[in-house]
């Protein structure tokens, strides 16, 4: 995939990994819808890109949005070539987190991918051609220790990727799932939860610090257009995430029992 000349929507574009994407995209010549609830923040980001980039506030979860980044991008650049699923949120912690924390989480996490996919898939495979890239986590793959929303959230996102691969990869769309570790973004530094969570979201913020360096969004997002550039599935900006997954598949009690031993071992 050659993003020069093509058109994408970054969602969760205000700030992050979904602002660093749209820089990169727009820098190898890509026009880029963004889209982010932050309208001030994902304005001002398109703003400075300049014409190649175009704004949409809103909840990137709700199809009208969704509705609306396509469209937008149709009517300013033309037909969408690819989709970043990135906004995500964390949403809570361990069994005390409500419903309405898990919903939240499904929402932003999960069925953003969904509704998205649903959309722009018909016209993917009719044209035989777009690219689906998710923004999961590493959690998705192993856990998130102090934070079940996000673990069990971000598991369905590589799970959602997975299928659409293997259902439409033959009919021209290419998907990648990106599954990083720790990342410098509002996220991690302001924890997984609120406020009255706060020692609990502390432990989840330790546990992602102390498994691995923490990378800017730029280094993310030059990985991210490295995994595009090759068509890989599986882009991991942590390269060590990978060992993990097979130590894991290779002996699941033993990881169990290794992933216990490492939160009782995190600084209370």
């Avoid at 809570?92 to 932003?108: F, K, M, P, R």
């Avoid at 406020?195 to 360096?213: M, N």
Wanted: glycine share 12%; charged share 20%.
């Amino acid at each position: 995939m050659e993003i020069s000349g093509k058109v994408a929507i970054v969602t969760g574009a205000g700030a992050g990994i979904g602002a660093a994407l749209a820089r990169r995209l727009v820098a190898g010549g890509a026009r880029v819808v963004l889209g982010d609830l932050d309208v001030g923040a994902v304005t001002g980001v398109a703003e400075s890109l300049g014409p190649a980039a175009v704004a949409v506030g809103g909840d990137v979860a709700d199809e009208r949005v969704i509705r609306e980044l396509i469209e937008r991008a149709e009517a300013e650049f033309g037909p969408v070539d690819l989709y970043f699923a990135n906004a995500g949120i964390g949403g809570g912690v361990g069994l005390t987190s409500t419903d309405q924390q898990w919903l939240a989480t499904l929402e932003v996490n999960v069925m953003a991918h969904v509704r998205a996919a649903r959309l722009l898939v018909p016209g993917w495979t009719e044209r035989a051609s777009g690219y689906f890239v998710a923004t999961a986590s590493a959690a998705g793959l192993l856990t998130q220790i102090g934070s079940a929303p996000y673990a069990v959230s971000k598991h369905a996102a590589v799970g959602f990727a997975e299928w659409l691969s293997v259902t439409y990869g033959d009919q021209g769309v290419r998907v990648s799932c990106v599954c990083p570790m720790g990342v410098d973004t509002q996220l991690l530094r302001t924890g997984f939860a609120p406020r009255e969570d706060a020692a609990e979201a502390e432990l989840a913020v330790k546990a992602v610090t102390t498994a691995g360096s923490v990378l800017s969004p730029q280094e993310v997002a030059e990985v991210v257009l490295a995994g595009i550039a090759d068509e890989h599935f599986l882009i991991l900006p942590h390269p060590e995430v990978l060992k993990m997954y097979r130590h894991k598949g290779s002996d699941y009690d033993r990881w169990i029992d290794g992933m216990r031993r490492f939160q009782a071992a995190l600084p209370g």
